[in-house]
């Protein structure tokens, strides 16, 4: 083994032999903080320092997002109105919203593969245009590509940003073995279940070393069992990695399980209805009662939602359903 | 092994018949060759190297041809895939265009270009790139979004783009196209080699009409076939094969 080898798996250990990772290692743009006490800091950015953002400093800032767009018909439709919403470094929010309410799209904002009618997206306090390489979307149908490799797949972000083919080998090894996948390097994706793909995914998106990843509902089309794996995976990746995370899904206590908050969207317009802090200690199970109480309160507001996209949909009869995410 | 014993019947009986028909001396042999008679043209065609240098040139022209109509076919059908108004205008166009057959551009070429191997390349080119045009475009269109998305989403973009994700992510839908294009380009190139002395496949098929052998014009008729079966069964049903392989697909695309 050359030096140069040595020094590169140094780097990037393998996560299931040493106890510790430092999460500055993998990328020392985000904050360092032990996994075990994370639960227990509640909203974790007030008053801690960080390594170089102010703590003022919003990870995400949205404001004042509005989409409009023409349906078939020639209307106006406003789809998100005036979304405004910061999300810490290193928080980890859920948003929930009945089906229809902008929540993928607004997702879909915010990696900048559309663009928005009005409003700015801030990372950092920067505004961004465009995709990015800094946050990184995980689609609900894992979006890997069929003819590459596992290894191809979480390889083909790196690739783009030109790293080395060394630099790519190794990383690609750490991610894949983050998401218990290191033996599946050389597999196709049609060869592997539905989890073990959202998995790749996870590992593709973080081989790009994103400071956000955005996902659109990854775990939706899953077994509970398999759904339920990835929850405790992501927790403890996101804990590992001190990433970033906004969480879309339609499913309350999924959004409760996993953040530090849920915030939850109105119908057509699209608007922040309200947001939820989650203060319940991690480990967090789906069935704790803790996590049921707290989806009551959350889902009496968001049966409202429900019932008037419900009415809305009923009335409108045969008017076709519009997604702008599916548009481009 | 039963297919392989199909396979030798058929091809015996039908070779059977030929020499039946041809031994029954209906037709003068120099008008209905014996299967032994090509035989012979075969082999002396390649013994005195005219058939080797035939195909050599024949194959570096279709290559050729057939690489410019890929790459011009898939520019222009992702332009028109992405382009309302290109899509509008100039995919009737294209459309109504592959009806017509590519010897029709031969006095154009012979003006244009002049009597040389670039009027061949021409009409090559034109018989295959709407092929390849239509099926490019229709490939960036049944291709799911979500490559696009997730290319640009981890960096990809402009060429990178286009070649990393774009053009793997449509093969499977445009293979078929390529194919198709590569057979129409192959005829093309026959076709106008025939009307124009030039080595070539054509002009040594056409020599055996002017010098009326026709054990010669069978010969070199079996080779243009067996080069079309060749690259088709090795190239593209190779290329089929590995996108089977990695996509997953069980039937043929």
Redesign the interface.
Known sequence: MSASAQNLSAQYPVPVEPPVIDPAVIDPRTPVRSGSTRGKLGPVSVGTPLLDAPPAIAKVGLDDICLSYKTESGERLLALDRINLEVKPGEFACIVGPSGCGKSTLL?LI???HQQTSGRILIDGKPVQG???DR??I?Q?H??????TVGGNVE??M???GLSKAEREEKTRYYLRLVHLGKFKDS????LSGGMRQRVAIA?ALA?EPDVLLMDEPFAALDAQTRDLLHDELERIWSETGRTIIFVTHNVREAIRLGDRVVLLSFRPGRVKSEFQIDLPRPRHLEDANVARVAREILGELREEINRSLEVEYNEGAKPHVEVG?E? | MKRAARFIVFYAGLLGLWTLLAELKIWPPYLFPTPWGVGQALYAGFQDHSYWIAIRVSMERVLIGYAISVVLGMILGLGVASNKFLEETMGGLLVSLQSLPSICWWPLALLWFGLNQNAILFVVVMGSLLSVTLAMEDGRKQMP?????????????GF?LFW??LL??S?PFIVSGLKQGWAFAWRSLITAEMLYLSLGLGQVLMMGRDLNDMSAVIAVMILIIAIGYVVDGVVFKGMERR?Q????LTAAT
């Open positions: 879909h990696a900048g593969l995709t990015g390489t990184i979307l689609f149908e979006g890997l590509f069929p003819w590459l083909f972000g690739k783009m940003k196709y994706i049609h060869q593709r790009t599916a481009a | 979004k979500i490559f696009g998305m997730a290319g640009r989403n981890l960096g990809a973009s990178k990393y994700v793997p992510a093969l996108l392989h990695k996509w997953g």
